[in-house]
C-alpha cells in the first residue's frame, strides 16, 4: 500500500510547469502509464518498479507548457487491465466518495485524485471504459475523447487500436478546458488527426440544450441495476424539463460488444507485452539455465494474475487455426458496432445511458468473478470499439453511492456531448 491519502499516487511528485497558460496555479495528477522524463511511471506493475523514461509523453509537455503543476503519478489496474484498481501491485486505491467501495479503474487512481481533493483535474486513458467508469464510481467527470483526437505518444501501449488518453475534473467545463490543452495532431503519432484540434470545448460547457435530441439505446438500459435505472430515468425527465427531445434507439450488435473487446484487446495486449522479456524491460529472469526459462521467470515475478491470464488469452486467440475464429470475428463484430452507432446517430445528436449498470463495488468483492467484472464493462466498450467520444457525469445517487451518466458522441462531436453533460451539472 502507498502513503498516499486513498493510496491515489503511486509515485508523488512536483513537475513545475511554464508561468503562465490556461493551467497556470493548476494541480494536474497523472495516470502512471503516461511517460514523464526522469519520474519512475510504472504502469501499476513490478515488472516496471525501476522504470525511469528519458522523455515526456506529448500530452504531459503540453499539460507543463499549458502552466499545470503534476503533483504525482496516479495508481491504476496493473497495465491498464482491470475495472476497479485493485490488480495494481503497489495496493488498491480508496474511493473518497463510497468509503469501503472500489474507485473503479482502470484509472481509480485519477478519479480519486480529483474526488478526495488530491489534484485539481487528472489525466487517465480509457480503453473500454477506464476513464468513464472510474469518474462514475467517483462522482466525477471524465471524457473518452474520439480516438485521434489526443497524441498517444508515450503512452505504454496496452491495446493501441482502442485506448485514449483523456481527463477527468470535478466539472464539464474543467473537463473540457484540460481537453482544449491536450488535444490536436502531433508529429510523433500518426494515428492523430487534425479535426478537432483548434475547437474551444470549455465554451461548448454552456448548459443549452434546447432542441437536442438524445437517443436512448434500450439495450444498454434494461442490464442496469434497478436503483442506477431511476438515477438515470430522472436525470432524462432533467434534460427534457430544459427541452430535450429523447427518443429510443437500438444497437442490437451492442450484445457482442463485451466478447470482441476483450478478444481484440487482450491479442493486442499479448503482442505489446512480448517486450516485457527481462532484455529490453522488466524483471530479469537471471541467467542460468535457457532463455526459454528465464523469460518465463521474469513474466511470471513481474506479472499479476490479471495480466497473465489477458495475455495467455490472447496469444491463444491469435495463435494459428484460432485467428480466424476468434480475432478476424471480433473486428467482423466492430465493424457492426461502428454500423449501428451510424444509424442511431441519424435519429439523434447524442446518445445517453448510464455509465455503469451498478453502483461501485465493495473492496475485494469482483475479484474472484472476473468474468463477472468484465460484464460489468457493457455500457463503455462498445464506444472504443467504434472510436467514438464519451463522457461521464455524475447523474445522482442510488443508496448513497455515485451513480453516472454516459453521453456518446459521433466521432468528432466532443462539442455536442459536453454541452448536454454540462444540462445535467
Not at 215 to 224: D, W
Not at 266 to 283: F, H, I, K, Q
Request: overall charge negative; hydrophobic content about 40%; charged content about 20%.
Amino acid at each position: 500500500m502507498g502513503d498516499s491519502e486513498y493510496n491515489a499516487f503511486v509515485t508523488e511528485t512536483t513537475i513545475e510547469g511554464a508561468d503562465d497558460g490556461p493551467l497556470a496555479g493548476k494541480t494536474v495528477a497523472v495516470k502512471d502509464n503516461i511517460s514523464t522524463e526522469g519520474v519512475r511511471t510504472t504502469c501499476g506493475s513490478a515488472m516496471l518498479a525501476d522504470y525511469v523514461p528519458p522523455y515526456d509523453a506529448t500530452v504531459v509537455q503540453r499539460l507543463k507548457e499549458a502552466g499545470a503543476t503534476i503533483v504525482g503519478k496516479a495508481n491504476m489496474d496493473e497495465f491498464g487491465m482491470g475495472s476497479t484498481t485493485e490488480t495494481s501491485a503497489y495496493g488498491p486505491t480508496e474511493n473518497p466518495a463510497a468509503p469501503g467501495r472500489v474507485p473503479g479503474g482502470s484509472s481509480g487512481g485519477s478519479a480519486a485524485a480529483v474526488a478526495g481533493g488530491l489534484a485539481d483535474l487528472a489525466l487517465g486513458t480509457d480503453t473500454g471504459g477506464s476513464i468513464r467508469n472510474p469518474a462514475a464510481f467517483c462522482g466525477v467527470v471524465g471524457i473518452k475523447p474520439t480516438y485521434g483526437l489526443v497524441s498517444r505518444y508515450g503512452l505504454v501501449a496496452y491495446a493501441n487500436s482502442l485506448e485514449q488518453v483523456g481527463p477527468l475534473a470535478p466539472t464539464v467545463e474543467e473537463a473540457a478546458a484540460l481537453l482544449d490543452v491536450v488535444a490536436g495532431p502531433d508529429d510523433h503519432d500518426a494515428t492523430t488527426r487534425q479535426e478537432g484540434a483548434d475547437a474551444d470545448y470549455a465554451a461548448a460547457a454552456d448548459g443549452d440544450v434546447e432542441g437536442m435530441t438524445v437517443g436512448v439505446p434500450t439495450e444498454l438500459v434494461e442490464g442496469a441495476d434497478e436503483g442506477v435505472r431511476e438515477t438515470f430515468e430522472a436525470a432524462l425527465d432533467d434534460l427534457r424539463a430544459q427541452g430535450v427531445e429523447t427518443v429510443e434507439v437500438s444497437l442490437p450488435s451492442v450484445e457482442t460488444a463485451v466478447q470482441a473487446y476483450y478478444v481484440i484487446a487482450m491479442s493486442e495486449a499479448s503482442s505489446n507485452l512480448a517486450r516485457y522479456d527481462g532484455v529490453r524491460y522488466g524483471v530479469s529472469g537471471g541467467y542460468e539455465g535457457d532463455w526459454n526459462e528465464s523469460f518465463a521467470e521474469g513474466r511470471e515475478e513481474g506479472f499479476g494474475e490479471e495480466v497473465k491470464r489477458r495475455v495467455l488469452l490472447g496469444t491463444y486467440a491469435l495463435s494459428a487455426g484460432y485467428h480466424d475464429k476468434y480475432y478476424a470475428k471480433a473486428q467482423d463484430a466492430r465493424a457492426w458496432i461502428q454500423q449501428d452507432f451510424d444509424e442511431a446517430f441519424a435519429e439523434a445528436d447524442v446518445l445517453a445511458s448510464p455509465t455503469m449498470p451498478v453502483p461501485p463495488f465493495e473492496m475485494g468483492e469482483s475479484l474472484d468473478d472476473p468474468l463477472q467484472l468484465y460484464l460489468s464493462d457493457a455500457n463503455t466498450v462498445p464506444v472504443n470499439l467504434a472510436n467514438l467520444p464519451a463522457i461521464s457525469v455524475p447523474a445522482g445517487e442510488t443508496d448513497g453511492l455515485p451513480v453516472g451518466m454516459q453521453f456518446v458522441g459521433p466521432a468528432f462531436g466532443e462539442h455536442a456531448i459536453v454541452r448536454a453533460a454540462s444540462a445535467l451539472e
